[in-house]
């Protein structure tokens, strides 16, 4: 076992995972053409135990590690991408509202979550880009709480979702809330999305909506980690993962017209793939570091995510343009995986933070470091 792997006693998890992800990757070009939220996939997540291995054991759960839970998102993305994202995101969005409530509403969520409620995140706006933990919705006063109008953006899952984790402003102060699904939020198109095409990523319109005092997270006490930033960089090794297996399966299949010998023995895609394949190998080992870090709950965790998603985004990229390079252009034919793991590929780099705001936020932290 790796140091920084997933714990031996942790292990069946991963090996469901290994299966789901199997019988993911069947559909998975199904799904995308289709732009059809993958329901059954994530109810067969819920039915294996996974969801619920993720809640603190407070809570009927059993805390699964984050090394563990890195190493499943990264072999839910290889199968079905698309699967991957809403997942990370419903973990996301269930586990902050558990870990950042109210006692009894901590108790409410797990209970809902364990029964197999969807959750989803409402925090992007359409004028807030990769800042969606600084709002600029305010919600004001109400009987009983507080009332939202106003938009969030690149909801995934949202079509499908019982609750919302949402971010407002409150007195000037970003807040968090959770609220359930009602007849004053809607459900608009934003567009096809390039990639991860069926991960039901919507503009979610909340129209008078009431976030309840009682569902109000209070100000957080202390450092925690998030299942989100600990999840995200593992979606694009997947789609690495799936760019390299499908440029073995075709350089290994197709002949060169000249020589009659297969693509692979072609000394230059065997210099391209070594030197992508380790850098893949670098991204996931920062990556595995960065789930250690989160399991010891250190303050080195926040930048960490940063880098780690920075360098699997663009090994992400790199690998799935070599796989195109080498498939010419039966690579682009809507019949080959390789066309739709490119723009999975490019929907991970902009996703939040995306690449851009990784590169300047880890460089803030390098200039604030030479100041001290």
């Given at each position: 076992m790796?140091?920084?792997?997933?714990?031996?006693e942790?292990?069946?998890w991963v090996?469901?995972?290994?299966e789901?992800?199997?019988?993911f990757?069947?559909?998975?070009?199904?799904?995308?053409e289709s732009t059809?939220?993958?329901?059954?996939?994530?109810e067969?997540?819920h039915?294996?135990g996974?969801?619920?291995a993720?809640?603190?054991?407070?809570?009927?759960?059993?805390?699964?590690?984050y090394?563990s839970y890195?190493e499943?998102?990264?072999l839910?993305a290889?199968g079905?991408?698309?699967?991957a994202?809403?997942?990370?995101?419903h973990?996301g969005a269930?586990?902050?509202l558990?870990e950042?409530?109210?006692?009894?509403?901590?108790?409410?969520?797990?209970?809902?979550?364990?029964?197999?409620r969807?959750?989803?995140?409402a925090?992007?706006?359409?004028?807030g880009?990769?800042l969606?933990l600084?709002?600029?919705q305010?919600?004001?006063p109400?009987d009983?709480?507080f009332?939202?109008s106003?938009a969030k953006?690149?909801?995934?899952g949202?079509?499908?979702?019982?609750?919302?984790?949402v971010?407002?402003l409150?007195d000037?102060?970003?807040t968090?809330?959770?609220?359930?699904?009602?007849e004053?939020?809607?459900?608009?198109p934003?567009?096809d999305?390039?990639?991860?095409?069926a991960?039901?990523?919507?503009l979610?319109?909340?129209?008078?909506?009431?976030?309840l005092?009682?569902?109000?997270c209070?100000p957080?006490?202390?450092?925690?980690?998030n299942?989100i930033g600990?999840?995200?960089?593992?979606?694009?090794?997947?789609v690495?993962?799936?760019?390299?297996?499908?440029?073995?399966?075709?350089?290994?299949?197709?002949?060169?017209?000249?020589t009659?010998?297969?693509?692979?023995t072609m000394q230059?895609?065997?210099f391209d793939?070594a030197?992508?394949d380790?850098?893949?190998?670098?991204?996931?080992?920062?990556?595995?570091?960065?789930?250690?870090l989160?399991?010891?709950?250190?303050?080195?965790?926040?930048?960490?995510t940063l880098?780690a998603?920075?360098?699997a985004?663009q090994?992400?990229v790199?690998?799935a343009q070599l796989?195109?390079?080498?498939?010419?252009?039966?690579g682009?034919?809507?019949?080959?995986?390789?066309?739709r793991i490119?723009?999975?590929?490019?929907?991970?780099?902009?996703?939040?933070?995306?690449v851009?705001?990784?590169r300047?936020?880890?460089s803030?932290?390098?200039?604030e470091?030479?100041?001290?």
């Open positions: 790796h140091p920084l792997g997933p714990p031996p942790e292990q069946h090996d469901t995972a290994t789901l992800a199997a019988e990757a069947k559909t998975a070009a199904a799904y995308d059809e939220v993958p329901r059954a996939n994530l067969a997540l039915a294996s996974l969801d619920a993720l809640l603190p054991r407070d809570f009927g759960g059993e805390n699964l590690s090394r890195g499943i998102v990264r839910l290889a079905c991408p698309s699967t994202c809403i997942w990370v995101m973990v269930a586990m902050g558990v950042m409530s109210s006692p009894d509403s901590a108790r409410f969520y797990a209970s809902e979550y364990l029964a197999g969807r959750f989803a995140n925090l992007s706006e359409p004028s880009g990769n969606f600084l709002p600029q305010h919600a004001q109400a009983g709480g009332r939202l106003g953006r690149f909801t995934s949202c079509e499908i979702a019982d609750h919302f984790l971010n407002v409150i000037d102060k970003p968090f809330f959770g609220a359930a699904a009602d004053t939020i809607k459900y608009l934003i567009g999305t390039m990639g991860l095409r991960n039901g990523s919507r979610v319109d909340f129209r008078d909506t009431l976030l005092s009682e569902r109000r209070p957080s006490t202390g450092h925690r980690p299942r600990g999840g995200i960089a593992f979606l694009s090794l997947g690495a993962d799936a760019a390299i297996a499908a440029l073995i399966e075709h350089a290994r299949s197709r002949k060169i017209p000249t009659g010998e297969p693509l692979a230059w895609l065997r793939l030197d992508v380790s850098r893949l190998a670098a991204a996931g080992m920062y990556a595995r570091h960065m789930t250690w989160a399991d010891q709950n250190s303050l080195e965790f926040n930048p960490a880098r998603k920075l360098l985004n090994v992400a790199d690998a796989a195109l390079k080498a498939g010419g252009g039966s682009y034919l809507s019949t080959s995986p390789i066309q490119l723009r999975d590929a490019y929907a991970g780099w902009v996703m939040a933070y995306s851009e705001v990784c300047d936020r880890i803030a932290i390098l200039f470091e030479a100041n001290a």
